[in-house]
C-alpha cells in the first residue's frame, strides 16, 4: 500500500494552511539528524496543483489563481512568491503573510566539465551545501536527454570507502522540496526540461525514504516526469527495499554492489555488515517481482581491489543463483583526493565486462562523465564545504559558470 506516496498528494489544504509543511523526522531514518536552523516556513513547492487551488480559495482568492501558481513555479521556475508578477498584490501579500514561500535556493556555485555535464551547489537556507549535476546527452540540436543526479541528505552516514561524500561527514536529510528544486535548477540552467532523474547524489535515499518518495511523486505528477525515467539508487538499507517494493513504482531501483561476496564487501561498504549479501540479493528479487521493474546492479571497479576476472565470474555465479530481471552497470572508479583507491586501466574494464558476457550477464559499461568538474558524488561540495555545518556568511553567494578544461 502505497501509504507515505499518498501522504503527499492528500494534505487537506486546512491542515496545510495551519501547519507548518515542515517535514518531521521520518521514522524510517536510521541515524537521528542533527538540528539545524531551518524556519518553520510553509513551502509551496511539492503542492499539487488541487492544493493550490485549495490554498488560492482559502486565503480569498479564486480557485484558478492555485493553477497560476503551479504554472509559476514548476513551467516559469518562479523562486519567490514576489516574483509571481501575474498574480494580483493581495494575493501574494497573503501568501507572505501566512508565511508561504516558494522554497527554492540559491546557486552558490556551478561548474561545467568539458564535456557539458554541469554540477552545482545548491546554498539550502541552513548555508549547507548540497550538489546536483545535470548531464546532457547532445544529439547536435541541444541536450535531447538530460539527466539530473539529485542528492537525498547533506552528506551521507554511511562512509562507503571510495566515495567523496562519505568521506565529507552527514548533516541532516534533504526535505523532498529540497529534493524537487534540484531538478528545477538543472532545468534553468540548462533551459530544457529534465528527462532523466537519478536518485543517486550525495546521501543514502533509503535513509530518507519518506522525503524521496514526495518529491518523487511531485516531479511525477507536477514536474511530469515519468516514473519510468527516474531511478532511486541504494547501498543497501535493511527492511526498507521491501517497503519501496510496496509502493509498487514503475521506477528502476539501482543497488550498489561493488562487491561478488561479503567478505570484500564489508572492506568497501562498512554498512553492508548489518546486511548480508544474501539478505540483499532477496530483497532485490522480491523488488522485481512485485514492481516487474528490472534491478540495475551498480559495481564500481575499483583497481586491484574488485576488478580482477575471478570477481567477474564470482559474482556471475552471485547473479546466477539471484535469478532473472537484472541488469549489471560497471563504473570504473573516478579519482577523488586523499583515496587509497584508483582508476582501473580500460583493459581490466573491459575483460571484467567480457568476462561476465561469456556468462550471460547482461552489461554495461558506463562512460564517467564530468570527470573534470570533479563528478564523483560529494566531490565539488567538499572542496567549498570541509566542514558539514556552515558557518560562513550567507552574502558570500557567488553564481559563477566556470569551464574546466579537460
Ligand atoms: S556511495 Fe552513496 S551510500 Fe556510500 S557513502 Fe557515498 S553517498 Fe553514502
Same mark, same amino acid.
Given at each position: 500500500?502505497?501509504?507515505? =506516496? ?19 523526522? /521520518? ?12 524556519? #518553520? ?36 521556475? !518562479? ?42 551547489? *545548491? ?5 549547507? *551545501? +548540497? ?8 544529439? %547536435?540540436? %541541444?541536450? &535531447?536527454?538530460?539527466? !539530473? ?20 561527514? &552527514? ?13 528545477? !535548477?538543472?532545468?534553468? +540552467? ?16 533509503? *535513509? ?6 514526495? @518529491? ?8 511530469? +516526469? ?9 547501498? %543497501? ?8 517494493? /510496496? ?8 543497488? /550498489? ?16 555488515? $548489518? ?12 523488488? =522485481? *517481482? ?6 540495475? =546492479?551498480? &559495481? ?23 535469478? /532473472? ?10 579519482? +577523488? #583526493? #586523499? ?11 573491459? !575483460? =571484467? ?10 552489461? $554495461? ?7 573534470? @568538474?570533479?563528478? @564523483?558524488? %560529494? ?10 555545518? @556552515? ?16
Amino acid at each position: 500500500m502505497a501509504t507515505t =506516496f499518498q501522504h503527499a498528494c492528500s494534505v487537506p489544504l486546512a491542515r496545510a494552511l495551519v501547519r507548518s509543511r515542515a517535514i518531521p523526522v /521520518s521514522a524510517l531514518t536510521l541515524s537521528t539528524p542533527s538540528r539545524s536552523p531551518l524556519s #518553520d516556513s510553509r513551502v509551496l513547492l511539492g503542492l499539487s496543483e488541487e492544493e493550490l487551488r485549495q490554498l488560492a480559495t482559502g486565503l480569498g482568492q479564486q480557485s484558478y489563481r492555485g493553477k497560476q501558481v503551479h504554472h509559476l513555479m514548476y513551467k516559469s521556475k !518562479a523562486k519567490d512568491v514576489e516574483s509571481f508578477s501575474h498574480l494580483p498584490q493581495a494575493f501574494r501579500d497573503a501568501l507572505k503573510e501566512a508565511g508561504w514561500k516558494v522554497g527554492r535556493s540559491p546557486v552558490h556555485k556551478s561548474v561545467m566539465a568539458a564535456d557539458g555535464t554541469i554540477k552545482i551547489l *545548491l546554498k539550502l537556507e541552513d548555508n549547507r *551545501l +548540497i550538489e546536483t549535476v545535470g548531464i546532457p546527452i547532445d544529439n %547536435g540540436k %541541444g541536450p &535531447y536527454r538530460l539527466t !539530473a543526479c539529485v542528492s537525498s541528505q547533506v552528506g551521507c552516514p554511511l562512509k562507503c570507502s571510495f566515495c567523496a561524500t562519505g568521506k565529507g561527514g &552527514y548533516s541532516r536529510n534533504l526535505r523532498s522540496h529540497e529534493i524537487v528544486e534540484q531538478v528545477l !535548477a538543472i532545468e534553468e +540552467i540548462f533551459n530544457h526540461r529534465v528527462t532523466n532523474v537519478v536518485f543517486m547524489g550525495m546521501g543514502e535515499p533509503m *535513509l530518507n525514504l519518506k522525503s524521496v518518495l514526495e @518529491a518523487h511523486r511531485c516531479l511525477n505528477k507536477e514536474v511530469q +516526469i515519468g516514473q519510468r525515467m527516474m531511478t532511486i539508487s541504494t547501498v %543497501g538499507v535493511p527492511n526498507t527495499i521491501k517497503m519501496l517494493a /510496496s509502493h509498487k513504482l514503475q521506477s528502476t531501483l539501482a543497488v /550498489s554492489l561493488h562487491a561478488p561476496n561479503q567478505k570484500l564487501r564489508e572492506t568497501i561498504v562498512p554498512s553492508a555488515k $548489518s546486511y548480508p549479501l544474501n539478505a540483499l540479493m532477496s530483497d532485490c528479487k522480491e523488488y =522485481f *517481482l512485485t514492481t516487474g521493474r528490472r534491478v540495475s =546492479f551498480e &559495481y564500481t571497479l575499483l583497481a586491484g581491489v574488485n576488478d580482477e576476472v575471478d570477481h567477474a565470474n564470482e559474482l556471475a555465479e552471485l547473479l546466477h543463483a539471484y535469478g /532473472s530481471g537484472y541488469h549489471v552497470n560497471l563504473i570504473p572508479f573516478n579519482p +577523488i #583526493d #586523499d583515496s587509497e583507491f584508483r582508476r582501473p586501466y580500460k583493459k581490466s574494464v573491459l !575483460a =571484467f565486462a567480457a568476462a561476465l558476457e561469456t556468462r550471460k550477464v547482461t552489461v $554495461s559499461i558506463r562512460q564517467t562523465r564530468g570527470l573534470d @568538474a570533479g563528478a @564523483a558524488c %560529494g566531490q565539488l561540495r567538499n572542496e567549498f564545504q570541509k566542514k558539514p555545518i @556552515a558557518e560562513e556568511e550567507s552574502q558570500s553567494t557567488t553564481t559563477e559558470l566556470q569551464l574546466v578544461s579537460a
